[in-house]
């Protein structure tokens, strides 16, 4: 399992290398002047030279790359960014706590509403309790999340004036953010539940666990569940992955200092060092946790751990 | 029947009605089966794919998936309890303990997610008042008692072969010590040398533990071996029933005579085999009076318009057939 955990970190190493290679050149050719943007509209063609002198921007394509892979993977430097001036990896370092927090709070959330919900539908199909709860996953998953967003700040805030409606100052600034997230993981969670869950109760050991006298409850979450597991930890994974590289839009409603709005006004003020520093940490987070999904199956299923212990077997043996 | 054989009575099957609703459609699966099955005893159910073998054995077990299952009419006597009226939580005690399944495919009916040896504590945990170091050593003398080595039971049912899964599934049903055991096509998913083990393994442990057997088999290989009584089920009827040496000596139905006669004969040198003419009768429409009539050559006018009861042929030998199979 350790052999395995170690090659999956090494196999990181040419995606992080690709991902760093595919934003440089996008924002390469992306048009827009960062020295002119820094300057203003009113700034001489003299200045904007000497700003572009000063950012490195007039080298060859291949130069600046170079330059840029030097500056990250040899001096392990993010670089500075044109607008603020201050580091990336600190900022980043500050920012990613909040989204984190907010992306944690989200899935656990979407899990602890999504799964039972799924888990009712398929063990009362076609009745109403898988109906109404089929229609309001309906409702989740198309509903756009800034909708919720939008609808609980009107609501909670203007109205009500229950829940602060920007910032991150308390821990109910925390509620409508992550609620809106959560709606629509839920909402997608308690679908993949009960597709999957429907495959699994009709199998034969699920008639076997009734036929020991097995209680209904036990029947479902222990024999059936478990089973069940594969497509949601993927589809959870999934949704981690996702929100650790910030909530754009809920962050952005509800001002919250994140990476998410961290990268969006990177890229409106061709921020270029920013938009890939913080590109990369979000591959890097996204590998990270498609790695703890491969785990959390190996624990989820003997029959794929037992696929990691026959390749380390085979491996000692070589 | 006599007195004593009264007392013995174990299960008794009367009138057992299940049907499936399926889009409207009505699946006529089970259609007044009634049986007895005394103390010690093995009762076969033969029959072809979907004549309802499995479906009666599940209604005994009360694991029928409702829906679309429903049983309609009849009763199932336990030991003096009407299981069909016995609430859940009761039946859950009988279920595993008292009354306990053997299924088919052993390759599908073990859960891959849990060790053997736990899915055999399970069954042990439920029912007996064990802790969970007992119950897990009790696991491990069933894994041997079906001629396992004890310390597989830590390993998960991908990493057995298709008959040990099998005996997996035969010391999970075991465990408890059933007095009824419901064998649902033990052997069919095996290899013939594999079968043969696993019949004289259930063999030897139902004399050991005098448990009563309803098998349900459609390999009359098997009902010569191991059962006492026969009933021979057709459309989710049972067209002829009695006791083994009577079936297979004075077979009558004409259903019952065309099974045998579709065996093979090693003696005779024959060419081709003789099966039934015709198909299983489709269960959502079923034919008036007789089932078997479209498929019989001795049916007539009289057996296509009224039901045909059982006609006793005397020591409990029954047959449904109102011409003794065209003898009258």
């Not at chain 1, 827009?32 to 943007?37: E, K, R």
């Not at chain 1, 840029?68 to 201050?86: A, C, M, R, W």
Request: net charge neutral; glycine share 8%.
């Amino acid at each position: 399992m350790s052999r395995y955990i170690v090659k999956r970190l090494l196999m990181m190493i040419p995606v992080i290398l690709g991902v760093t290679w595919f934003v440089f050149t996008l924002m390469y050719f992306t048009p827009g002047d960062p020295a002119q943007i820094i300057l203003g509209a009113d700034a001489t063609e003299q200045e904007i030279q000497e700003k572009r002198e000063e950012l490195g921007l007039n080298g060859s394509y291949l130069e600046r790359f170079g330059t840029y892979l030097k500056q990250v993977f040899v001096d392990g430097d993010l670089g500075t960014s044109y607008i603020y001036n201050n580091s990336i990896a600190d900022e980043i370092a500050a920012r990613f706590p909040n989204t984190f927090k907010i992306a944690a709070i989200s899935v656990v959330l979407a899990v602890i509403i999504g799964l039972p919900l799924g888990v009712m539908a398929a063990v009362n199909q076609n009745t109403w309790k898988d109906n109404g709860s089929m229609f309001l996953a309906l409702f989740g998953v198309s509903m756009p999340s800034f909708w919720f967003a939008l609808m609980m700040v009107i609501v909670l805030s203007l109205h009500l004036k229950l829940l602060p409606a920007t910032g991150l100052d308390s821990w109910k600034c925390y509620i409508m953010p992550c609620v809106s997230i959560a709606i629509g993981g839920a909402a997608g969670i308690a679908r993949q539940t009960r597709s999957s869950m429907l495959e699994v109760i009709r199998q034969d050991y699920i008639t076997t666990a009734r036929a020991k006298g097995q209680t209904e409850f036990l029947v479902t979450y222990k024999h059936a569940l478990r089973n069940a597991l594969i497509p949601i930890i993927t589809q959870v994974g999934n949704m981690l992955g996702i929100q650790l590289g910030g909530a754009i839009v809920a962050e952005s409603i509800f001002s919250v200092p994140g990476l998410g709005t961290y990268m969006v006004s990177a890229i409106k003020n061709r921020d270029y060092p920013v938009v890939q520093g913080s590109v990369l940490v979000v591959a890097i987070c996204f590998g990270l946790v498609m790695l703890l999904v491969d785990i959390v199956f190996a624990f989820a299923d003997p029959r794929i751990r037992s696929q990691y212990q026959k390749k380390k077997k085979v491996a000692k043996e070589a | 029947m006599s007195e004593t054989k009264q007392t013995d009575n174990l299960v008794s099957v009367r009138d057992l009605v299940v049907e499936f609703t399926t889009d409207g459609s009505v699946v006529h699966a089970v259609n007044g089966v009634s049986f007895d099955i005394n103390k010690g005893e093995t009762l076969g159910l033969v029959g072809e794919t979907g004549a309802g073998k499995t479906t009666i054995a599940k209604a005994i077990l009360g694991i029928l998936p409702d829906p679309p299952a429903k049983v309609r009419n009849g009763s199932i006597t336990f030991e003096g309890q009407d299981l069909l009226s016995l609430p859940e939580k009761e039946m859950r005690k009988v279920r595993g303990k008292r009354i306990s399944m053997i299924f088919q495919d052993p390759m599908t009916a073990l859960n891959p997610i849990f060790t053997v040896g736990d899915q055999i504590a399970e069954a042990i945990l439920l029912h007996e008042k064990m802790s969970k170091a007992e119950s897990e050593k009790r696991a491990v003398d069933m894994l041997e008692l079906v001629g396992i080595p004890g310390e597989r039971c830590k390993e998960y049912p991908h990493q057995f072969s298709g008959g040990m899964k099998q005996r997996v599934v035969i010391a999970m049903a075991l465990a408890c010590n059933p007095e009824l055991l419901l064998a649902d096509e033990p052997t069919t998913a095996l290899d013939v040398t594999i079968q043969a083990q696993v019949l004289e393994m259930m063999a030897n442990l139902k004399e050991k533990l005098n448990t009563s057997v309803l098998m349900i088999t459609h390999d009359l290989g098997i009902v010569a071996e191991m059962c006492d009584k026969v009933a021979v089920i057709y459309a989710g009827e049972i067209v002829e029933i009695g006791l083994a040496e009577d079936i297979f000596d004075r077979a009558t139905h004409p259903y019952t005579k065309g099974l045998f006669g579709s065996l093979p004969s090693l003696k005779s040198h024959e060419k081709r085999l003789h099966p039934i003419t015709g198909m299983v009768p489709d269960p959502t429409n079923l034919p008036e009076g007789c089932k078997f009539s479209p498929r019989c050559k001795y049916a007539d006018e009289g057996c296509r318009c009224q039901a045909i009861p059982l006609h006793d042929l005397g020591n409990g030998h029954l047959v449904r057939c109102r011409k003794e199979g065209g003898e009258k």
